[in-house]
């Protein structure tokens, strides 16, 4: 059965961190260039990071030098930390392989506010 669960979401200070999170299974997960996309309200939903199976990693412009995307293929698991949040990063993040064939997880909330 095809599923993408993402966690680690929640209210954050600008300048604060987060870990998310993202268990993958069905998807021969070690062979996929896997992402982490986020929507915000009224915009589309766009990639922020990918990684390879071997570990290359790319980033989008706007979050370049903060975010940092890993994987552990054993755990089927990819995972973003997010370092010097902004306001501008508060949105919905998900994963997904980067052809994005598979049905989207529910997401996980990020909120960037004082």
């Known amino acids: 059965q095809v599923q993408l669960v993402e966690s680690g979401g929640g209210l954050v200070q600008p300048g604060g961190s987060l870990r998310l999170s993202c268990a993958a299974s069905?998807?021969?997960?070690?062979?996929?260039?896997m992402g982490w996309f986020r929507q915000a309200p009224g915009k589309q939903r766009e990639l922020v990071a990918q990684?390879?199976?071997?570990?290359?990693?790319n980033y989008a412009d706007s979050v370049k030098g903060r975010f940092a995307i890993s994987r552990d293929n054993r755990k089927e698991t990819v995972y973003l930390q997010m370092n010097s949040l902004k306001p501008e990063d508060a949105a919905v993040y998900y994963c997904?392989?980067?052809?994005?064939?598979?049905?989207w997880g529910q997401g996980t909330q990020v909120t960037v506010s004082s």
């Open positions: 997904n392989n980067v052809a994005q064939n598979f049905p």
């Open positions: 069905g998807i021969m997960f070690r062979i996929r260039i």
């Open positions: 990684i390879t199976s071997g570990g290359n990693t």
